[in-house]
């Protein structure tokens, strides 16, 4: 018994490090799926922001060139450059409904989402769902947005 209460605490620490890293792998986007999500999330608050004057046109476009790429990228700053100053509905949360990975060919992967979008709007607040196309390159291993669009 002796020799158990002696080597009790080297086997302690190792049995809650795993326990410790078990639990917190959970935390980390390592899910394609997952990431794309919340580039798309930042995506729109990005634009919204720009949109509503919280960060100026700049700004905006350097923050977006960190996660999105051609054509989306130049796309966003072509909207952004050509925005007139009228009221925009708010984006208040993007409900990913489902996200399919398509098919993947030189270093893009395709994928279909549908995304329900709760709005907030002059009049009233009001809730979209649309299909959509996306497109993400993978460079240097870093995800890039390259491709945004309705389904049709």
């Known amino acids: 018994m002796l020799t158990f209460k002696k080597y009790y605490n080297l086997l302690l620490l190792p049995a809650i490090a795993v326990i410790l890293f078990s639990l917190l792998s959970g935390f980390t986007k390592t899910d394609e799926a997952d990431i794309i999500e919340e580039m798309l999330r930042e995506r ?9 004057g ?23 700053i072509k909207s952004l450059r ?6 925009v509905d708010i984006v ?11 098919h993947s060919i030189f270093g893009s992967d395709m ?6 979008w709760e ?3 002059l009049g009233e607040d009001y809730t ?4 959509y196309h996306i497109v993400v390159k993978k460079e240097n291993n870093q995800l890039f947005l390259s491709t945004f669009a309705p389904l049709e």
């Open 54 to 76: 919280l960060t100026d046109i700049a700004q905006a476009e350097d923050a977006l060139a960190e996660f999105e790429t051609y054509p989306l990228l130049s796309e966003d």
């Open 44 to 52: 729109t608050r990005i634009l919204q922001d720009c949109y509503y």
């Open 119 to 121: 709005v907030s709007g």
């Open 128 to 131: 979209l769902r649309g299909n």
């Open 111 to 116: 994928y279909e989402t549908e995304i329900c």
């Open 82 to 87: 050509e925005w007139e100053d009228t009221e």
């Open 92 to 102: 208040e949360k993007m409900s990913f409904i489902s996200m399919e990975k398509k």
